[in-house]
């Protein structure tokens, strides 16, 4: 199976900016980054892990209302990566965030995850 290894998350102050990346690897990496929709999620303590950011193969965007406007996310089908650009953040984006499949923006999640990225907006 593919293995799926976050980076980019720290420390910033509200109103900061981080740029989070996720590369793919392992077998038929390649393969399946190039025909997978995949997303942004994130896990604040106590609450549930959401979908944050979608991205489909063509480049077609979704975001979830409470990102709309301050992050972005892009893919690079060459290198099997995955980044979500974050901007204005506010103390609420502080989560661990994780990268992985988002075949539709609702409905079962992935099973296996990576370690996840954490990011932490102070205030």
């Known amino acids: 199976q593919v293995q799926l290894v976050e980076s980019g998350g720290g420390l910033v102050q509200v109103g900061g900016s981080l740029r989070l990346s996720c590369v793919v690897s392992?077998?038929?990496?390649?393969?399946?980054?190039?025909?997978?929709?995949m997303g942004w999620y994130r896990q604040a303590p106590g609450k549930q892990r959401e979908l944050v950011a979608r991205i489909t193969v063509p480049g077609s965007t979704n975001y979830a209302d409470s990102v709309k406007g301050r992050f972005t996310i892009s893919r690079d089908d060459n290198n099997n990566a995955l980044y979500l650009q974050m901007s204005s953040l506010k103390p609420e984006d502080t989560a661990v965030y994780y990268c992985?499949?988002?075949?539709?923006?609702?409905?079962?999640?992935?099973?296996?995850w990576g370690q996840g990225t954490q990011v932490t907006v102070s205030s």
């Open positions: 992985n499949s988002a075949f539709r923006w609702t409905g079962p999640r992935p099973t296996h």
């Open positions: 392992g077998n038929y990496s390649r393969t399946y980054f190039s025909i997978t929709a």
